[in-house]
Nanobody, 122 residues
Framework: VQLQASGGGLVRAGGSLRLSCAAS????????MGWFRQVPGKEREFVAR???????YYADSVKGRFTISGDNAKNTVYLQMNRLKPEDTAAYYC?????????????????WGQGTLVTVSS
């Protein structure tokens, strides 16, 4: 599976962005898809996950503000980010997994896209 993330940019606090992650290769719908983010010098952290059955999970820090969704016809997963805060500034990565594991653990995911940078100004 190849993953291509896009949609990052510069936005003011309180604004919105939508990230996209286009998947190619194997059938997208058989994978669980996740979003992580990373700030330089810090560990990559879990943001959201959508299981192959559509069940979603969020980090507490984004719950109520971010929404993960998918379009099987387009082999694309989205991360709608609303009410952005400066602390949301990071490189955002999408990832895919076909196996069980801790949903927030990087090791659960087998495939990663390149990062897309989100910068939230105060």
């Amino acid at each position: 599976v190849q993953l291509q993330a896009s949609g990052g940019g510069l936005v003011r606090a309180g604004g919105s962005l939508r990230l996209s992650c286009a998947a190619s290769g194997r059938t997208f719908s058989s994978y669980s898809m996740g979003w992580f983010r990373q700030v330089p010098g810090k560990e990559r952290e879990f943001v959201a996950r959508m299981g192959s059955g559509g069940v979603v999970y969020y980090a507490d820090s984004v719950k109520g503000r971010f929404t993960i969704s998918g379009d099987n016809a387009k082999n694309t997963v989205y991360l709608q980010m609303n009410r952005l805060k400066p602390e949301d500034t990071a490189a955002y990565y999408c990832a895919a997994s076909r196996r069980a594991g801790v949903i927030s653990a990087k090791s659960t995911y087998d495939y990663w896209g390149q990062g897309t940078l989100v910068t939230v100004s105060s």
